[in-house]
C-alpha cells in the first residue's frame, strides 16, 4: 500500500476531490459523499484531515469494508507522522480531559440522577445530545420516569425482614435481581471503550446485559469480554436484507447468547430534535457558509446509523425468526395490550413493554402504564404462563422496580442510568450504579415487607392514578402576577 | 389634481384641520376622524404626513373609495418628492430590518416553534400583539395546544410501513395531507405580499388554502395567484349588508372557490388585551398627552377592522345562502354537538370545531375537546355521511393532525403558524413549514402502524383525560420557601 | 375646652402617662390603653403626637364618644398650630403621592387585575396588607378565583345577538347587571373619602351597593352619599349587645336600606397573616425595642375591629330579626347546601354563598363550587322560589359573572376589585372597572348565544371539574434539574 | 486514672494509633474503628482532639460503657487544661452563635413555617439535614402535608361557637388539645439540652410528650424533667437483644410513662440522601483526601445510630410484649387497613397511621390518606371501639389537626415543628408553636361550627380528591418558551 503524507491529503479537501484519514488509511471519499448515511455535512468537515476520532463512536469497526470498494484506499500515513500529531490536544479533547479531572469522587454518588448530572458535565456537547434527547417535545421522555410518581405504595409492616433476597431468574437464567441492562447504541461516544464497560460491570454486578446491533464495539469484542456463567442477549434490528439478519442471528445464537430481543418500534428512527440541533450548531465547516440554505442538512446522529432497518417487518415474519433459531424470541417495543396478546399468539416468549426510551413517538405511553392491562389480557387468553414481559423506560429508583415486578413484569431494563455512569466513570460507575439499585430495592422490599420477589404482589400498589394525564394547564398569570405570595419571617425568596 | 407638497400638507395636523398622504394622494379627513372604525387616535398620529406604512397591512386596498367621498381628495404628492421622503428609513424599519437579516438560516427550523420564536424578533411589536394575542387570560389560546397533551397515543407494531400515504380528500379535492392553511386577517402586518405568500406557498405543498374576507391582499390577488388546480376556499365575515355579502359570495363562487365557510363564532370580535395594550403604548402622539383621560381609545386592530360583522346572524339564514351559491357550505366556530347537529340538519356540508384560535370567547372549549362527542351526535342522528368535520385550533405538531384524524376529523387548519412562518422566511418558510409537519405526520403514521389515513382509527387515542380541565391549583408558598429541595451532585439549579 | 400646645402634649410619651392628640382634641389614654382592641402598641407609637391619620382609616368616627369618658378629654389643640404642624409631609405620604401621581392613565385599566396592580404600588403598606390579606395559607383567597378555572363554557352560535341586555333584578330592585359592590371594612384605608367613592360609582353605572358595618364612613354618610333611584343594602355584623344591633336594623331600615344582609361566617374575625406581619413591622416605636418578646402584639387591623361580634349567633335569632324589621332578611357567608336549605326554612329571603373573600378559614370552598350543590337542595326542598342565592369572592371577568348567572346565582358581588379600583382611581376608578365588567359580560353574553340574562343556562357550563382540587403534587427535582429543557432556535429562557 | 495532656493525646492521631478525647477522658479507639457504627471516617476526623462536641448530640450519654472495654480508656485530661481549650470559639460556633443572636423575635413566629425558617438558617448543617432529610426523593416527605391540601371543609354557620373546648383525652389522659409531639432521635443536635425541652414545654401546654428510644438525652432525665399529672408515652425499637427491650420497656412502665409505641415502619433505617450529602461534605479530614475512593463511607446519622434495630419482628412478638407489660401498647408505623385491623385482632390498644416522617420509604402514603378506610375497616370488622388511631406526618396548621379529627383520629403527633421551635427557641419556642396551633384550632372549630371535639364530624370534609396523586406531567418546553405571557399595567415580573 502507498505511503502517503498528511500533507498530501490536505490538499484534496472540497467536495470534488475529497480525501479522508481513517485509523491511518487514506480514503478518497469523492464518490461516497452524497450516499453517506450522515449526510454529506460531516465527511466535508474532515475534507483532507484525520477523521479517526469523530469516526468511532458512530461507526461500528468493520463498517467500512463493507461499504466502500477497495479502490476507494488511496494508501497509508506513516505511522510515525500520525503519532506525532494525534499527540496534539484539541481544544475539545481538552475540555473533556479537564471535566473528567474534576468531577467528583465516585462514592458521592448517592443515586442514578447523580450520574446523569457528571454525565452532561463530562459528556461532549454531540454525545450530551445524542444520549440524552427523546421525540419531539420530550413528553414521553419524561413520561417514562414521572409515570412511576402516579403509583404509591401498600406497606405492610410487622413482617420478618431480617434476610431479604432479591435474586430472580429471567429467560431461565439466575440473576441477581430483576434488572437487565438494555441495548442501547453509540456507546464510544460516552467512553472510549465503549459497551464493553457494560459487559464486565453487569457481569461484575451478576447481571444480565443486552447487547445492541447498533453496539459501537463489534459483536464478537462483546461476546468475548463475557465472563465465564454470564448471561448476554441479542437486540436486533432486522435488516432490509435478511440474509444479513440470519448471519447475525445464527451467530448469536452459535455466540452463547441466550435471548433474541427483536425491536419493533422503529421502522423509522425518531426525529430527536436536541440531537438535529446539536449536529447543526457543531458541523459548520467554514466552506460551507455561503451555501448554507441549501446543503441538505443530516438528521443527527440517530438516523445517519439507521438507515438499514426494514419498515415493512410484520406478524409474518415471527414464523421465519422462529426458523432460524432455537433462542427465545421477544419483541421489543411492544406498546399495546392487543400486540402483546399477538406476540404470544405468534409464538413469542415474550415482549418488552418499551418506547424506545422516549426517543420515537411523543405520546406514546410508557411501559409501566401498560403494563396493568398487558398482564390482565394475558390472563383473560389464557397466555401469561411462559410469557415473560419486560418493562424499560423511566427506571431510575429502586421503587420502580418494585413497582413493574409487583404489577408483573419479571424484570426492567435500564439504558441511559447505565450509559451516564459508563460515560463518568468507566466500568467502576456502572458497578456502583447496580449497587445503588440493589441498595434502595433491598431497601424497599424490607420496608415493604416483602423478604423475596415471589412476596411481591399487585395488591401492594395503588395504581388509581396510573392513567391520569392532567396538568400542564395555562396558568392565570395576569392574577399570579399581581399576588402577593405569603413568606415566613426568615426563608426563601418569594414565589 | 391637484398637485400638492408635503411641506403644504404638514400644516393640516390637527383634529380640526386634518389632512393625511396615502398612496401618493391627499385625503382631509376632519370630518371622518370620530367616524374611524379604528379610532381618531391612530389617524392623530399620522396628522399632516404620509401614512401609507401604517394603512396598508390594515386595510384591503380598495377601502378608500368605498368610505370616503370623492370631494375628500384633496390632491396628490408630486410622485419625486414622495419617492425621496420614502427613502430615509425609520429607527424601527432599521430594526426591523436586521432582524431579519440576523435571522438564523431557514434550515435551522426544526419545528412550528422554532418559527414562533423567529417571527416574535422579526416582526413589528404591533404585529405581534396582533397576531399573537387571543381574549381575556388567553386561557383558551394556550388550551388549544395543551388539550393535545392530554391525548395520549396507543401505537400498534409489526404493521408493514414501508408505503406511508398520507394524502387524503377534503371536499372532493385530492391533496397531499390533511392539513389547509386555515383564513387569517392583516397578512400585510408579517409580509408585503400579504397572504399571496401563503398562496404560492400552499400550492407547492399541494394544500388547500382559505381565503380570508379580511385579507390584506384582495381577493382577486389572491385568485390570480392561485396554480393550475390548486384548491382554495373562502371564509366569510357576514356583512350587515347583505347585499354586499351577495357579491362577495358569487364573485367567490364564479372565481372557482371550492367551498364556503361561514364564520359563526364573532358576532363581535374579542377583546385581545396584548392587542389593546400594544396600541396603547405605541400610538401616543405628543398633541394628546394633555388630555390623556378623555380620548376615546382605540381598541386594537382586531376590532378596528371588524364593525360590519352581522351579530343577528342566526339559522333561518342558511337557506338564504343555500339560495346564492352552489358552493359547499360550511360552518366555521362550531363549538357544541347540539350546533354541529343543527348544521348538519339546515343543510350545511360541514362544520370546522374552532374558536377562532382562541381570541373570542375564553374558556371556550378546544375543538379537539369536542370532537368526539360531536361524532358521536352525529352518528346517533344518522348525520355523519357527506357531512366533514374539520378541527382548527393548537395544531403544532404531527402527532396533533394524528389525534384529531383519529377522532374523526376530515383535515385540520394551521393559521398562526403559517403567519410565523410567512413573517420570518416568505413563501420558503411557510413551504418548510408544511414539510416539517409532513416529516411528523409521515414519522407518526409509520409508527402507529397505519400506512393509510384510512387506517387511523379512533381506538387508538386514549382520550381518558379529554375533558380534565385540573391544575392551577394555589401553591403552598409557605412550605416550599422553606423546603431545601434535592439536588444531584452536580447538575441544575435548586429548584 | 382647655386650650393645649403640642409642646405640652409631647411630655405625657409613657405609657404610665399617655396623651393623644385626634381631631385636634387631647385625650388621656393611660387607663385605656390597656383595653384598646388593636393593642397598646399601636397607641404606644403616637404617645404625645397627633394620631389622627392613623386613626381615621381603623375607626368609625363616632367611636371616641361611645369608648371614652368625658373626662378622658384633657382640652383641644389650637386650631392655628394644628394646621402649620399638619402640613409637613411625612416620608411616606410623600411615597404615596409620588406613586398616585406617577401611576397610568386610567384608560389604561384594561381589566381588574390592572387595578390590582396599581392599587399595591400606590397603597400604604399596611393597607395593601388589610386589602390583600387572607386566612392562613391563602389557599382558599386564591381557590376563590381559580375555582372559575375549572368550569369551562359550551358556546351557541348562529342566535341573533344584535342586541344584548344584561339588566336584571334582584331583590326586586331593577339594576343594569346582575352585579353589586359587596360590603368591605376600612375604605378610608384606600381612599380618603372611604366607601363613599362606592356610593357615588354605584350610581353612576346603576347597580347596588352593600354599606358595610365597618366602614370607615359613617352609615348616614353613605345613606346620604345615595342619589335618587340607588338602591343600598346593609351588611350586619351582630353584636353582642342586641340593643345596638336593633337600632343599627332599624335605622337602616327607615333610611331606606332595601336588603339586610346579616354576615353569618365571622363569629370571629380571621388570622391573616400578611395584616399580622404588616402590623409587626410598621409599629415598632424605640421605646419598645428593650422589652420587645414581652409586649402583647396586635393581631392587625382585622382583629382589632372586631371584638364587639356575637359569636353566639345562632338559628334562633332568625325570628328576631323577622320581628324587627321588614327588609329582606339574607346571609351572608353560607358554605354548605345545608344551610342554604335551613336559611329557607328560617325564613330568610336569600343567602350570599361566600367565604368572606378567603379572609376567614382557609380550605372553605368558593361560593362558585357549591353554588350547584345548593340550587340542587333548595329545588329538592322545593324551597327554590323566592329565594335568591348570590355569590362573592373570586368575580374578575364577565366570564366568572356569567358562569355564576348560569349556575342558578340571581348576582354576584365584587369586593376587592373595588377597593383597588377605589384606591387606585378614586370614582373614576370604580366606574371604569364596572365599564370594563359591563364589557366582559357583554361580549360573553354575544359569544354564548344569550341575548338576556334569562337565556343564560345551566347547560352551558360544563362544570365537570369543579371539585376538582388537585395540584401540589411534590416534584421530581433531581430529575428535573438535570433535564436539558428544549428551546426554540430564538426564544425564551431555558425552562 | 492516668492524667495525660492534649498535647500527649494530639500524637496518637492515625488510624493505627488513634486516641480521641471524650468529656475530658481519653480513649484508645484504634481497634474500634472498623467497628463503629457510623463509619470510620467522623472519628478519623477527630484524631488526636477533643471530639466531645460532635459526641454528644449523637450518642445517648452512657453508650461508651456499653461499648468500650474499661482498657480502652487510656487516662483523662487535666480539667484546668480542658477547661480553657474549650474556650476557644470555632468558626462554626462562631456562625451559629451569631445566628442566634440575630434571629427574630419570638413573637414575630405567626405559624409553624416561620419555626422551620429560622431553624435552617440558626442549625448547624448537619442537624439541619438530618432533621430535614427523608427518603428518596422526598416525595412522601413533601406528601405528608400537601395531602392535607387535597382535603376541603364543610363549614357550618349559625351556631352557637361562643365557647370553643378543644380539650380531649388519648389513652384516657385529659389534655388541653388532640395533638402530642412525637419521638424523634438526637435532639441535641438542636438544642443543648435535648429533648428534654419538649418535656418542658409539653408540660406548661398541657399536652403529651412520646419519650425518642433514640433521645440525647438519657431516658431518666426526660423523665425527671416530668411535671406533676403530666403525661409521658414512650417510644420503642425494638432490639435484636430481646433483653434489652424488656428492660427498657419495664423501666418506663415503672417510671410512669403511659402508652407503649412499638415502632413498626422501621426495620432497616431509611436512606436520607440529604444526611448522606452533608456527611460526605462536612467530614473530610486531609490525611484521607489521597485515598477517596476506597474508604467506607458512613451513610448519614440515621444509619449511624440504628444497627441495633431488629427486622425480625413480626405479628407474633405482640404476644411476648403483652406479656411484659400492663401499658397500652400501640403500633406506630401501620401504613395500610390490613394491618390496623391485625392489629386490633393481636391485641394492641391501637395505631399510629405513620410513615416516619417521610424518612424511610418513598412513595408510602401518608397516615391522613389512608385514615379513612383505616376506620372503615375497623368499623366492618366491630374493632373500631376501645381502639384509638393517632396520625402524624405534616400537620402545620390547625385545620390539617381538625381534618385528622374528623376523620376519626383521636389525636395527632407533630415532630419536625417542635424540633425547629425547639432549636431556634427552645422551651419558648415549643409553647409559643403549641400556643399558635391553639389559636389556629380554636379558630377552625369556631368557623366550622363545632365548639367541641366530639363535635367534629367526618362529613365535614370533602375527601373527594384524597387519592389524586397527579400532577407533575411534563411540561410542554417549547410552546411555554415562545408564549408571551400577560402582564398587568403595572405589577409583578412576567411569568
Given at each position: ?60 469497526p ?44 465516585l ?58 433476597d432479591m435474586s430472580t431468574s429471567m429467560l431461565g437464567t439466575k440473576t441477581s435481581m430483576p434488572l437487565y441492562i438494555t441495548a442501547t447504541?453509540?456507546g464510544k461516544?460516552g467512553h472510549p471503550d465503549g459497551e464493553k464497560v457494560l459487559t464486565l460491570a453487569s457481569a461484575e454486578q451478576d447481571i444480565i446485559q443486552m447487547i445492541p446491533t447498533?453496539a459501537s464495539c463489534s459483536f464478537n469484542e462483546l461476546i468475548g469480554a463475557r465472563a465465564q456463567n454470564q448471561t448476554q442477549w441479542f437486540q ?15 451467530h448469536a445464537e452459535a455466540s452463547g447468547v441466550k435471548g433474541l430481543f ?65 433462542m427465545p ?61 419486560y ?20 424484570g426492567v431494563g435500564i439504558g441511559?442510568p447505565a450509559l451516564?455512569a459508563m460515560s463518568?466513570y468507566g466500568v467502576d460507575g456502572v458497578v456502583k450504579l447496580v449497587q445503588l439499585l440493589k441498595d434502595?430495592l ?54
Amino acid at each position: 500500500m502507498k505511503t502517503l503524507t498528511l500533507q498530501e491529503v490536505a490538499k484534496h479537501n472540497t467536495k470534488d476531490d475529497l480525501w479522508i484519514v481513517i485509523h491511518g488509511k487514506v480514503y478518497d471519499l469523492t464518490n461516497f459523499l452524497p450516499e453517506h448515511p450522515g449526510g454529506p455535512r460531516i465527511i466535508l468537515k474532515y475534507a483532507g484531515q484525520d477523521a479517526t476520532d469523530a469516526f468511532d463512536p458512530i461507526h461500528p469497526p468493520d463498517i467500512i469494508d463493507r461499504y466502500l470498494s477497495a479502490e476507494a484506499c488511496m494508501g497509508e500515513i506513516n505511522e510515525e507522522e500520525l503519532e506525532a500529531t494525534e499527540k496534539v490536544e484539541t481544544e475539545e479533547q481538552k475540555q473533556t480531559r479537564i471535566a473528567h479531572e474534576n468531577k467528583p469522587n465516585l462514592d458521592e454518588m448517592l443515586n442514578s440522577f447523580d450520574f446523569e448530572g457528571v454525565a452532561k458535565s463530562v459528556l461532549k456537547p454531540e454525545a450530551w445530545a445524542y444520549y440524552s434527547s427523546g421525540a419531539d417535545d420530550e413528553i414521553t421522555l419524561r413520561e417514562n420516569h414521572n409515570a412511576f410518581h402516579r403509583l404509591w405504595l401498600k406497606p405492610r409492616v410487622m413482617v420478618d425482614v431480617e434476610k431479604v433476597d432479591m435474586s430472580t431468574s429471567m429467560l431461565g437464567t439466575k440473576t441477581s435481581m430483576p434488572l437487565y441492562i438494555t441495548a442501547t447504541a453509540l456507546g464510544k461516544l460516552g467512553h472510549p471503550d465503549g459497551e464493553k464497560v457494560l459487559t464486565l460491570a453487569s457481569a461484575e454486578q451478576d447481571i444480565i446485559q443486552m447487547i445492541p446491533t447498533l453496539a459501537s464495539c463489534s459483536f464478537n469484542e462483546l461476546i468475548g469480554a463475557r465472563a465465564q456463567n454470564q448471561t448476554q442477549w441479542f437486540q436486533l434490528y432486522v435488516n432490509k436484507d435478511r440474509a444479513i439478519t440470519e448471519k447475525l442471528v445464527r451467530h448469536a445464537e452459535a455466540s452463547g447468547v441466550k435471548g433474541l430481543f427483536i425491536t419493533v418500534d422503529a421502522p423509522q428512527l425518531g426525529r430527536r430534535e436536541k440531537d438535529m440541533r446539536q449536529k447543526y450548531s457543531a458541523d459548520d465547516p467554514e466552506q460551507l457558509v455561503e451555501s448554507k440554505a441549501k446543503v441538505t442538512r443530516s438528521q443527527g446522529a440517530a438516523r445517519a446509523i439507521s438507515t438499514f432497518i426494514d419498515p415493512s417487518l410484520n406478524w409474518n415474519d415471527v414464523k421465519w425468526f422462529r426458523s432460524i433459531t432455537k433462542m427465545p424470541i421477544l419483541l421489543k417495543g411492544v406498546q399495546t395490550a392487543e400486540d402483546a396478546v399477538l406476540a404470544a399468539r405468534h409464538g413469542c416468549q415474550g415482549v418488552v413493554l418499551s418506547n424506545h426510551g422516549g426517543r420515537q413517538l411523543d405520546f406514546a405511553p410508557s411501559g409501566i402504564e401498560i403494563l396493568p392491562e398487558v398482564m390482565e389480557a394475558l390472563k383473560a387468553e389464557g397466555l401469561d404462563k411462559n410469557f415473560e414481559v419486560y418493562v424499560d423506560g423511566g427506571i431510575r429508583r429502586g421503587t420502580d422496580i418494585f413497582k413493574a415486578i409487583a404489577l408483573g413484569a419479571k424484570g426492567v431494563g435500564i439504558g441511559r442510568p447505565a450509559l451516564y455512569a459508563m460515560s463518568s466513570y468507566g466500568v467502576d460507575g456502572v458497578v456502583k450504579l447496580v449497587q445503588l439499585l440493589k441498595d434502595e430495592l433491598e431497601m424497599v422490599m424490607r420496608l415493604m415487607g416483602t423478604p423475596t420477589v415471589a412476596d411481591i404482589k399487585p395488591e401492594m400498589i395503588d395504581l388509581r392514578n396510573i392513567k391520569s394525564h392532567v396538568g400542564s394547564i395555562p396558568s392565570d398569570n395576569l392574577a399570579l402576577s399581581v399576588y402577593d405570595s405569603m413568606r415566613t419571617r426568615i426563608g426563601g425568596p418569594k414565589l
